[in-house]
């Protein structure tokens, strides 16, 4: 019997667009599971910070200890937490450990933050001193009920909160199938290439600005206000132009291309250009936050296909 997987299982055909936070996160870790991913990745960042914290306090007080005997003892503390920190790179997560309630007591201190806030808010302001006519009272009582504390939540702390959510719900609804994709997730490596992570986070960008800033499919590629398109094209040297043309005249253009150690194609107006493996390539860019982001296709064709399919979602 062949085995593959379930139809409707993706995570495009998991896709709701009344969700679009939820969607674009799929869309950025190629995963329907995506809170779970993410939440791993935020948890093995967190014992990193950690991890690297405690190497360099030991650091730090070995260089005041002034005891041979001690010190000695600080290096194979501080040998062991850089085994540590070794396996946390190789995504070992087991390398540190953290308090078994470290999620719930963080959800639970903010939540005493914020009942802490209300209660201030809740206590009557002192009496004015002018009388207040009836519907100045009211508005006042209105204002007062108004007023309630918030807290903006970090990263982790949002996932978590909604995971939970979703868990309890998975538990009164007895949704198994839920609990096998959370187990899936946390087994989850990401074996995804360079140019796969690039053009998920091309479609996840594609998706906000579709869903978010309302921007029209068509005009997505229009100019430069949402991505920034060149080509992939680097000038030649006079000198491996001149090797360029001696070459052709006894070989084909693949065999140049090995010989010189470089792709290149001739321009339109005879010059000659080097460019990507396998032909020019289109490059769009973005801007999100501070970091600049890229997405390489054959053309631009390609992209605006890429786009629409974004769309059809």
């Known amino acids: 019997m062949k085995r593959g ?3 409707g299982s993706g995570v495009k055909s998991s896709i709701n667009r ?5 969607t674009r996160h799929k869309l950025l870790h190629s995963h329907r599971d995506s809170r779970m991913v993410r939440l791993r990745q935020l948890i093995l960042a967190l014992k990193k910070e950690q991890a690297t914290a405690q190497r360099n306090m030991l650091v730090e007080e070995r260089k005041a200890c002034r005891d041979e005997k001690k010190r000695k003892d600080y290096d194979k503390a501080i040998h062991e937490s850089n085994d540590v920190l070794a396996a946390l790179e190789q995504d070992d997560g087991n ?8 999620l719930s007591a963080r959800k639970a201190d903010i939540e005493s933050q914020i009942a802490t806030k209300n209660d201030q808010l809740s206590k ?8 207040l006519t009836t519907r100045e009272q009211k508005v006042l009582d209105k204002l007062r009920a108004s007023q309630r504390a918030y807290v903006l939540l970090d990263e982790i702390d949002s996932l978590w909160k909604t995971w939970s959510a979703q868990c309890e719900r998975a538990v009164l609804n007895a949704d198994a199938d839920w609990f096998r994709r959370q187990a899936n997730a946390i087994v989850h490596r990401d074996k995804r290439t360079d140019a796969q992570k690039d053009r998920a986070r091309f479609e996840a960008e594609v998706w906000r600005l579709l869903t978010v800033e309302r921007v029209p ?12 398109q060149r080509k992939d094209e680097q000038p030649l040297t006079d000198k491996e132009k001149q090797e360029i043309r001696e070459l052709e005249q006894l070989n084909r253009h693949a065999v140049v291309e090995d010989m010189i150690g470089k792709s290149y194609k001739r321009t339109d107006d005879g010059d000659y250009v080097a460019v990507s493996k396998g032909g020019g390539a289109l490059i769009v860019e973005w801007t999100l936050g501070k970091r600049r982001y890229s997405c390489r296709f054959k053309n631009g064709r390609c992209a605006r296909d890429a786009i629409r399919d974004i769309a059809k979602l």
Do not use: M, S
């Not at 009344?18 to 939820?22: L, R, S």
């Not at 009557?124 to 009388?131: S, T």
């Open 18 to 22: 009344e969700q679009p936070t939820d």
């Open 95 to 102: 390398a540190w450990t953290l308090a078994d309630n470290y």
């Open 217 to 228: 499919e068509r005009k997505i590629l229009d100019g430069d206000t949402c991505f920034v």
């Open 124 to 131: 009557k302001p002192a009496l004015p001193r002018f009388h």
């Open 5 to 7: 997987r379930r139809k």
